[in-house]
T-cell receptor
Framework: AQSVSQHNHHVILSEAASLELGCNYSYGGTVNLFWYVQYPGQHLQLLLKYFSGDPLVKGIKGFEAEFIKSKFSFNLRKPSVQWSDTAEYFCAGDNTDKLIFGTGTRLQVFP | GAGVSQSPRYKVTKRGQDVALRCDPISGHVSLYWYRQALGQGPEFLTYFNYEAQQDKSGLPNDRFSAERPEGSISTLTIQRTEQRDSAMYRC??????????????FGPGTRLTVT
């Protein structure tokens, strides 16, 4: 990916609500896409990744993302969020060996 | 245990001073990456190494920034004559092989640099 954009900067949800965070990338050859999460006080960790094959990717903690090539999108979803999902979420694509990150989405979940 | 460690965790320095930020990758990891994250932004690539060789330094903003990894393990990012615009979180990551698409990058806790 040559660039990655996230349009939701701050999302506020109640527990049990469904989540979808948008991510779009610009075409740059072979596309590998990632979602990283940073919980409060912790470091960035990988949630899930797409390399090829099945466009629906499942990650940890019930998260999934769908790669839609025609829309250049890789949106993150979770059917029912929990308070513990409060964190900052970053979409990223790779450009040769380095990761290109979006600006991040801050998710707040209230009980 | 070992995850990626970085030191110091916080650094406050006066404008014009030099700073050195250290990254200790996961043992045996071949590749090491430096990113910078300004407030409200995502991490931005600075440079990376495979073993001791610096493969790409295209993200270093200017010649005040340099990095080394002399023995293929610990890396140091040095900023000379710091400026206020250098204030950011500096993140290090390591992976067991080259290629962001093939090998997961594991991130350290970051160093928060504040230039006053």
């Amino acid at each position: 990916a040559q660039s990655v954009s996230q349009h939701n900067h701050h999302v506020i949800l109640s527990e049990a609500a469904s989540l979808e965070l948008g991510c779009n990338y610009s075409y740059g050859g072979t596309v590998n896409l990632f979602w990283y999460v940073q919980y409060p006080g912790q470091h960035l960790q990988l949630l899930l990744k797409y390399f090829s094959g099945d466009p629906l990717v499942k990650g940890i903690k019930g998260f999934e993302a769908e790669f839609i090539k025609s829309k250049f999108s890789f949106n993150l979803r979770k059917p029912s969020v929990q308070w513990s999902d409060t964190a900052e979420y970053f979409c990223a694509g790779d450009n040769t060996d380095k990761l290109i990150f979006g600006t991040g989405t801050r998710l707040q979940v209230f009980p | 245990g070992a995850g990626v460690s970085q030191s110091p965790r916080y650094k406050v320095t006066k404008r014009g001073q030099d700073v050195a930020l250290r990254c200790d990758p996961i043992s045996g990891h071949v590749s090491l990456y430096w990113y910078r994250q300004a407030l409200g932004q995502g991490p931005e690539f600075l440079t990376y190494f495979n073993y001791e060789a610096q493969q790409d330094k295209s993200g270093l903003p200017n010649d005040r920034f340099s990095a080394e990894r002399p023995e293929g393990s610990i890396s140091t990012l040095t900023i000379q004559r710091t400026e206020q615009r250098d204030s950011a979180m500096y993140r290090c990551a390591s992976s067991s092989g080259p290629g962001a698409g093939d090998y997961e990058q594991y991130f350290g806790p970051g160093t928060r640099l504040t230039v006053t």
